[in-house]
């Protein structure tokens, strides 16, 4: 069973839950991030379709997106640290907790919970 085929156990979970790939410019310095995974959940709380995230760049998705997430979302994606990050996210228009782990090298996986 591949890595993708794994988090269909988090489908139903009533959790926000997704799975990034980093982009990374020639410098090292992450630039974007790509939806590989999100469940159910994702789309009630980032009010967008799964299907318009999979597969897609955070950029593209939310043209006016912040990147104060970046810099964390990379540490998480190349040095395996763990985060949690309390923020507004202007994207939703709500404040966040976002639980960050990385579950295999160059990706970062997060919970999110909307406060």
Not at 49 to 59: D, G, I, Q
Request: hydrophobic share 40%.
């Amino acid at each position: 069973m591949g890595f993708y085929e794994k988090c269909s156990i988090m489908d139903e979970m009533p959790l926000a839950y997704c799975v990034i790939e980093l982009v990374f410019d020639e410098d090292g310095h992450g630039v974007d991030f790509i939806f590989r995974y999100c469940n159910k959940e994702m789309a009630v709380v980032e009010g967008v379709t799964v299907e318009e995230m999979l597969n897609r760049s955070f950029y593209e998705v939310f043209r006016n997106g912040d990147r104060k997430w970046l810099v964390s979302y990379a540490d998480v994606a190349l040095n395996g640290t763990k985060h949690t990050l309390k923020d507004f996210s202007p994207e939703i228009g709500k404040d966040l907790t976002i639980y960050c782990y990385q579950p295999e090298p160059g990706f970062c996986a997060c919970v999110l919970l909307p406060e």
